[in-house]
């Protein structure tokens, strides 16, 4: 059974920075692109970057461009986001999922509990 377990999130201040992680398992990690999404309070769950298979490919939402970074490590089948430059509008619950866009066939029904990061003074 596909399983993600997203964690690392907190409170971070704004400018801070803050490192999730994701695990993976129940599938073979380093066949599929994986993702990042995330969630705020009354909106849709949006999506935040992708990575291709072994990392040479990252793409990111034009709100987190520059300051998040996508990464991953096939060996432990585990994914990461590194966000930097904090901002309130960065609060939300933050997901991993396998593909590169939403509506991509890899993703998976079967969603973490995702790990909540709030960014507030």
């Known amino acids: 059974q596909v399983q993600f377990v997203e964690s690392g999130g907190g409170l971070g201040q704004p400018g801070g920075s803050l490192r999730l992680s994701c695990v993976a398992s129940?599938?073979?990690?380093?066949?599929?692109?994986m993702s990042w999404y995330r969630q705020a309070p009354g909106k849709e769950r949006e999506l935040v970057a992708w990575i291709s298979l072994h990392g040479e490919t990252t793409e990111y939402d034009d709100s987190v461009l520059g300051r998040f970074t996508i990464s991953r490590d096939n060996a432990k089948n585990t994914l990461y986001l590194k966000m930097d430059m904090l901002k309130p509008e960065d609060t939300a619950v933050y997901y991993c999922?396998?593909?590169?866009?939403?509506?991509?066939?890899?993703?998976?029904?079967?969603w973490g509990q995702g790990t909540q990061v709030t960014v507030s003074s």
């Open positions: 999922n396998r593909g590169a866009a939403p509506s991509s066939i890899s993703v998976s029904s079967n």
């Open positions: 129940g599938f073979t990690f380093s066949e599929y692109f």
